[in-house]
């Protein structure tokens, strides 16, 4: 029965146990909105950085401003005359609607392409240039239902699948690869392509990898003006897919959070204001104002830090289910990144905080007489 | 602040010179200049009708409110504001060090249970939770409530949660205990179980009591009794 300050702090925030649950259902909501809709993106870009690593793939070459890149097939000579250079391998990305409710990302390689290092062909081979044949990830077959020797209609084309692939990267499991000639007649990119991914050759001794890699950055610049070669982390997180994808998850989320805010303020100034009296008490008690403010934000922080661990449980299990449905499984981890977890309770206790902040203020301004004959 | 200087204003415990104090700008005069030295371990009742400026007086004393005019000495020191370059007593830190309040409705928390309450005075002045714990189980050991410690306020009667607010009150060990008609929600059995406690209180602590009655029976009980009408300070 020893009584702390924290602790009788969170005796006030559970005296009113349904509102107090009401309101951490919102924070909870908010909160579960940005874990979901954030680490979901933030499994977008991870899937993209994943796949780029699986595949060896050091550097991507594209414009240098554009963030949907369109770049001369021909420059590719160049690009291997570089001395960094070892590989570069010209590849197409595009969305494609293959059934009114599947789309999936398409890839368009060359057969010779080192980018196939990382896939694990289950049935078939690989497809060959020139030739109408695709290549699908297993996903992207089981959800299709399609197997080697089917066929399958794109862009008003009938294409063989010719293999059905296992890759580590999600985004390449519910995919479609085709051979990059056909990939740019059906896309009508002609001698365009969206990006050359390069492999780099072995830093010299002497050399770090780091600065290797900036030799070869500065080496493209230099050799191709409008173009840059970014590393696979920035490309990763640079891609225009990737950013829509936290733009919309950081938008929607901050409307949850307001939502998450408002309640908690709601909650706050009606506890203030059902508590002028006992504010009153602790004033005459000698409590100052400081501290006072500091209780009420404590209250506020606390139904921040509970409703954050009910969000991130919410969000958690969104996320889990995203990972499991068919449209969005290539692309979802169910794995709760750290930082998003952690994101998600500094959130909840700033939103608490910053929600609490004027209904803890005016609570502290009261003048211990007037509150003591509040009614 | 450099020419501010520590030297006692006064010999008394509390004293209040010349008090004022209005409200609504100047349109109601609850105090018209109240004049009053009380001095350490005294025992003084306040007595008046209802809007003699009684409880306002005791909340000016207790540094519950500051005056218009007119200043508060405690020990010599001028309390919330200060006066002639002396510097004043923080008001919180008065209230939380110096002064005991004791109320007419009790005023416990409901969300906290006796022996919790009278720690709640204690919360944030650097002491040991361990300590903050012994010292109100003392008290309320003190006053007879031994088994009533983990009881909250509405397990608790009248006469119970009176003692547990003159427990919070004294958890301090304030020099100066300021009870505003401790004994008005109380029945007259309760009341004078109530009166004896202070009066023992008052003795074995040597705390200075400044009471707030309407009753003249409990008035005459202290050792000073001040009689107010209008603001004014009347006997």
Redesign the interface.
């Given at each position: 029965?020893?009584?702390?300050?924290v602790g009788?702090a969170w005796?006030?925030v559970w005296?009113r146990r349904l509102r107090t649950a009401l309101t951490l259902c919102g924070i909870g909501m908010g909160i579960g909105a940005f874990v979901a809709l954030v680490g979901f993106s933030r499994s977008f870009e991870h899937a993209w950085l994943e796949m780029y690593e699986n595949a060896g793939t050091d550097l991507a070459v594209v414009q240098k401003t554009f963030l949907n890149t369109s770049v001369d097939q021909s420059i590719a000579p160049v690009l291997q005359r570089i001395p960094q250079i070892a590989i570069a391998a010209p590849m197409i990305i595009n969305m494609m609607a293959v059934t009114p409710e599947v789309n999936t990302l398409v890839y368009g390689w060359q057969a010779n392409t080192f980018e196939f290092s990382a896939l694990n062909i289950l049935q078939g081979r690989r497809f060959r240039d020139g030739q109408q044949e695709v290549m699908l990830g297993e996903l992207l077959a089981g959800s299709l239902n399609k197997k080697v020797g089917d066929t399958i209609d794109l862009q008003g084309g009938s294409f063989t699948v010719v293999g059905i692939f296992r890759s580590g990267s999600a985004l390449e499991a519910g995919a479609i690869i085709m051979p990059l000639d056909q990939m740019q007649s059906l896309s009508g990119m002609s001698g365009k392509v969206t990006a050359f991914h390069i492999q780099l050759k072995p830093a010299p001794s002497g050399v770090s990898p780091d600065q290797w890699r900036q030799q070869a950055e500065d080496a493209v610049a230099s050799a191709l003006p409008g173009l840059r070669a970014v590393p696979a982390a920035e490309r990763a997180a640079n891609n225009q897919l990737v950013i829509l994808a936290h733009a919309a998850a950081w938008g929607t989320s901050l409307i949850a959070l307001l939502v998450a805010a408002l309640g908690i303020a709601n909650t706050m100034a009606m506890s203030v204001f059902e508590r002028t009296?006992?504010i009153?008490?602790?004033?005459?008690?000698?409590?100052?104002?400081r501290?006072v403010m500091t209780l009420i934000l404590i209250e506020a922080a606390a139904l921040g830090v509970a409703g954050g661990v009910v969000g991130v449980a919410l969000g958690w299990g969104a996320l889990h289910i995203l990972a499991m449905l068919p449209q969005t499984a290539s692309i979802v981890s169910s794995t709760l990144p750290l930082r998003t977890l952690l994101d998600g309770l500094v959130m909840a206790i700033l939103v608490g905080v910053a929600a609490g902040s004027i209904p803890a203020w005016r609570g502290a301004q009261l003048?211990?007489?007037e509150a003591?004959r509040h009614e | 602040m450099s020419d501010q200087t520590t030297t006692p204003l006064s010999e008394f415990l509390l004293e209040a010179r010349d008090l004022k104090k209005s409200y609504d700008n100047g349109a109601i005069e609850a105090l018209r200049g109240v004049s009053l030295g009380i001095a350490a371990g005294d025992f003084l009742a306040i007595t008046g009708p209802s809007g003699s400026g009684k409880s306002t007086l005791l909340h000016l004393l207790g540094g519950l409110d500051l005056a218009t005019e007119g200043t508060v000495l405690f020990r010599g020191q001028p309390v919330g504001k200060s006066q002639n370059g002396v510097a004043a007593i923080d008001i919180d830190t008065y209230r939380a060090r110096w002064a005991g309040f004791i109320f007419q409705s009790f005023h416990l928390l409901p969300a906290l249970n006796a022996l919790e309450n009278v720690q709640v005075p204690m919360l944030g002045t650097g002491s040991h939770r361990r300590d903050r714990e012994e010292r109100a189980r003392a008290l309320l050991v003190e006053l007879g409530l031994e088994n009533r410690l983990s009881q909250y306020p509405n397990q608790l009667s009248a006469g119970e949660r009176q003692r547990v607010a003159i427990a919070r009150s004294l958890v301090n060990n304030p020099a100066v205990l300021l009870a505003d008609e401790p004994t008005g929600n109380l029945d007259s059995v309760n009341s004078a179980k109530i009166l004896e406690l202070l009066a023992q209180i008052q003795e074995r602590h040597g705390t200075t009591l400044i009471m707030v009655t309407h009753d003249l029976n409990i008035a005459a009980t202290a050792h000073r009794h001040v009689a107010m009408r209008d603001g004014r300070i009347c006997n």
């Open positions: 029965m020893r009584l702390s300050f009788f005796r006030n005296r009296k006992e009153g008490v602790l004033r005459a008690m000698g409590w100052s104002r501290r003048s211990p007489v003591l | -």
